[in-house]
């Protein structure tokens, strides 16, 4: 794969993810394709949708945090590595979570999310 394409991958994922640490929506249409879909919510389709939930989860829970320890490109084709944590304590472990992305056209098309069951 194109190195320069997987770095550029990676760059949007985590700012997809930023957006959510930091409720700052405004690049969502620049991140997410028109036909995003979460699969883990699918009720939540496309850019508007998302800014919508992140507004709505940030003012809900604050202090939810996602902390991404490692992303891997390879094609079209994301995967994130990290946690979700809820609480100003960094010391205590957040739900281990594994997120798969499609990329399209340089953005973000599709996700799947997988999460620790132990």
Do not use: C
Not at 45 to 68: N, Y
Not at 72 to 96: C, E, F, H, M, W
Request: overall charge negative; charged content about 20%; aromatic content about 6%.
């Amino acid at each position: 794969m194109n190195e320069t394409v997987a770095t550029a991958s990676k760059q949007l994922v985590e700012r997809y993810f930023d957006m959510w640490n930091t409720g700052d929506v405004s690049a969502a249409s620049a991140i997410l394709s028109q036909d995003w879909v979460d699969h883990a919510h699918p009720e939540v389709a496309g850019p508007a949708d998302v800014e919508r939930a992140i507004k709505q989860i940030k003012a809900a829970q604050p202090d939810l945090h996602f902390h991404i320890e490692r992303i891997l490109a390879d094609a079209d084709r994301v995967a994130a590595i990290g946690s979700v944590r809820q609480g100003q304590d960094l010391s205590t472990p957040g739900t281990g979570m594994i997120w798969l992305v499609r990329m399209a056209d340089g953005q973000m098309a599709e996700m799947w999310t997988y999460r620790s069951t132990t």
